[in-house]
């Protein structure tokens, strides 16, 4: 762990609330994003983001350090986008607008919104368990240790999740791949 996240953590604990709003900066995007591939919706990832954010300051004095502390707060990220998963209904993928600029070239960016569209409804269908472990490798790019970790399953449990996973996602996305390929 840095020294400087350390040193904020160590501050968060004594109760400094300016140290622990700079480790949720420090953090804030990539967990948003974790919590957005698992419940496939952005105001689903938004309340588990908080939600998570508020868990890791109310247990801050059990964290042990030993692991980091990105992969303590993914845990604590995944399971709450876990928990909100397994209490709503599934919805669909909601893309909110956002404005960029003009792109250059209309019908390749129409191209690459449809393809981001797809694949994020694929893994939306993929069952929570292995859409968890592909996010958290493929996309988060922790390690298999790291996603056992997270996930608090053996290495050889979060390999076959993937594998699974990522079977789930080559079945829904076959047409996509050949037709880009």
Same mark, same amino acid.
């Given at each position: 762990?840095?020294?400087?996240?350390?040193?904020?953590?160590?501050?968060?604990?004594?109760?400094?609330?300016?140290?622990?709003?700079?480790?949720?900066?420090?953090?804030?995007?990539?967990?948003?994003?974790?919590?957005?591939?698992?419940?496939?919706?952005?105001?689903?990832?938004?309340?588990?983001?908080?939600?998570?954010?508020?868990?890791?300051?109310?247990?801050?004095?059990?964290?042990?350090?030993?692991?980091?502390?990105?992969?303590?707060?993914?845990?604590?990220?995944?399971?709450?986008? +876990?928990? +909100?998963?397994?209490?709503?209904?599934?919805?669909?993928?909601?893309? +909110?607008?956002?404005?960029?600029?003009?792109?250059?070239?209309?019908?390749?960016?129409?191209?690459?919104?449809?393809?981001?569209?797809?694949?994020?409804?694929?893994?939306?269908?993929?069952?929570?368990?292995?859409?968890?472990?592909?996010?958290?490798?493929? +996309?988060?790019?922790?390690?298999?240790?790291?996603?056992?970790?997270?996930?608090?399953?053996?290495?050889?449990?979060?390999?076959?999740?993937?594998?699974?996973?990522?079977?789930?996602?080559?079945?829904?996305?076959?047409?996509?791949?050949?037709?880009?390929?």
């Amino acid at each position: 762990m840095p020294d400087d996240e350390r040193n904020l953590l160590a501050r968060s604990r004594a109760g400094d609330l300016h140290a622990f709003e700079q480790l949720i900066h420090t953090h804030q995007d990539r967990i948003y994003n974790l919590a957005c591939r698992i419940t496939g919706n952005h105001e689903d990832a938004s309340d588990a983001a908080q939600d998570a954010f508020v868990r890791a300051f109310q247990a801050l004095a059990r964290f042990r350090e030993e692991a980091a502390f990105s992969t303590w707060l993914y845990r604590i990220a995944t399971n709450a986008a +876990l928990d +909100l998963v397994r209490r709503r209904p599934a919805a669909p993928p909601v893309e +909110l607008p956002v404005n960029h600029p003009a792109p250059d070239d209309p019908e390749r960016e129409a191209a690459r919104r449809e393809i981001g569209r797809r694949v994020q409804s694929a893994l939306a269908s993929v069952p929570i368990e292995f859409r968890a472990a592909v996010v958290l490798r493929d +996309l988060q790019g922790l390690s298999y240790e790291d996603v056992a970790r997270v996930l608090r399953v053996p290495v050889g449990t979060v390999r076959s999740r993937i594998s699974r996973g990522r079977e789930a996602l080559r079945a829904q996305l076959t047409d996509l791949v050949t037709s880009e390929g």
